[in-house]
T-cell receptor, first 112, second 113 residues
């Protein structure tokens, strides 16, 4: 199994600023995934992060808005840049070991 | 990735058996079916996975008919703590570490006392 520590758990940010979310995994993993979940909605994949290469973004998400770092096999960050109220959401990181996926507790972001 | 269709919500009472069905008409030969559970303010949690027929673990059973175009998650004797959103996912062999997960709408199960 894997335990993912994600922080911050929540934040309230001013529009136009940026927030960096961190995820630490208790074991080395090949891929990490970043999701967004808006209130009452399902999870939407933002991007896939592989150590040593640029992240792969899903349709509708761009690197300038959501830059991702993956400096080693246990850590990743997602930055939400130039935030607007529409970015208010829960952001989750995830990884997979074997047949299971594991998720962080999520970061509840409110942009005012 | 195959698209899935599930009921948006279901209601049940404590002690009842709950069956949540998921349709995946375009499932590919190599696709597996996996169910996840999500409580409020938490990330999704793996429940069960299967390829065909029936799979059972300590939490649930998964029934998959021969044509694999649907699957049913069965939760025996639910309790209030089973109130959550249940997601059905279909995708290529889940043993690969590169496979991303695409979530559908999920089913909100509300268990009443």
């Amino acid at each position: 199994s894997a335990v993912i520590s994600q922080k911050p758990s929540r934040d309230i940010c001013q529009r136009g600023t940026s927030l960096t979310i961190q995820c630490q995994v208790d074991s080395q993993v090949t891929m990490m995934f970043w999701y967004r979940q808006q209130p009452g909605q399902s999870l939407t994949l933002i991007a896939t992060a592989n150590q040593g290469s640029e992240a792969t973004y899903e349709s509708g998400f761009v690197i300038d808005k959501f830059p991702i770092s993956r400096p080693n096999l246990t850590f990743s960050t997602l930055t939400v840049s130039n935030m607007s109220p529409e970015d208010s959401s829960i952001y989750l990181c995830s990884t997979r070991i074997g047949i299971e996926a594991f998720f962080g507790q999520g970061t509840r972001l409110t942009v005012v | 990735l195959a698209k899935t269709t599930q009921p948006i919500s279901m209601d049940s009472y404590e002690g009842q058996e709950v069956n949540i069905t998921c349709s995946h008409n375009n499932i590919a030969t190599n696709d597996y079916i996996t169910w996840y559970q999500q409580f409020p303010s938490q990330g999704p949690r793996f429940i069960i996975q299967g390829y065909k027929t029936k799979v059972t673990n300590e939490v649930a059973s998964l029934f998959i008919p021969a044509d694999r175009k649907s699957s049913t998650l069965s939760l025996p004797r639910v309790s209030l703590s089973d109130t959550a959103v249940y997601y059905c996912l279909v995708g290529a062999p889940m043993g690969g570490a590169t496979n991303k997960l695409i979530f559908g709408t999920g089913t909100l199960l509300a268990v009443q006392p």
